[in-house]
């Protein structure tokens, strides 16, 4: 019955916390991973940008999957509502990755570890921007 009630309310799964949890948990993994670092290692600021920054391209990734089998323009030529969710979450993501990036170089700045977690970060941007300027 849960199952049937999680699918029946399901859309385009972006504002489900059951099926973004895997993909920001994965994601958080594998950007800490590239980053070098822990999330014990982050100030409580950094934590809790990495988190929302994690959710943001969950929350694109789940609408990219839904679009794969649904379409983006409805056959009255409307736009989804799931686009106005889409492309907040990807202004989300570069404007959190941006804080996350400073909140890392002033722990850079008294910690050289974090070097490498700054390098991953820049790299993470230029795929955000990317995918911005694809849209």
């Known amino acids: 019955m849960r199952v049937q009630r999680r699918e029946a309310a399901t859309r385009h799964g972006a504002q489900s916390s059951a099926q973004l ?5 994965s994601m958080k993994k ?3 991973q590239r980053m070098g ?3 014990r290692d982050l100030t409580w600021a950094g934590r809790e940008l ?14 990219d999957r839904w679009l794969e089998t649904h379409p983006m323009i409805d056959q009255d030529g409307n ?7 889409y492309v907040a979450a990807l202004n989300t ?14 722990q850079a700045r008294e910690d050289d570890r974090f070097g490498r977690a700054l390098d991953a970060l820049a ?3 230029r ?3 990317g995918a911005t300027d694809a849209e």
Do not use: F, H, N
């Open 50 to 63: 990495l988190d929302i920054y994690c959710c943001s391209p969950a929350k694109v990734t789940a609408i």
């Open 79 to 85: 736009v989804g509502g799931s686009m106005k969710l």
């Open 127 to 129: 795929r955000a921007r």
């Open 30 to 32: 594998s950007l800490l």
């Open 37 to 39: 670092i822990r999330q």
């Open 93 to 106: 993501s570069v404007r959190t990755l941006e804080a996350l990036r400073s909140v890392i170089a002033a």
């Open 21 to 25: 949890a895997p993909l920001i948990v």
């Open 123 to 125: 790299s993470e941007g």
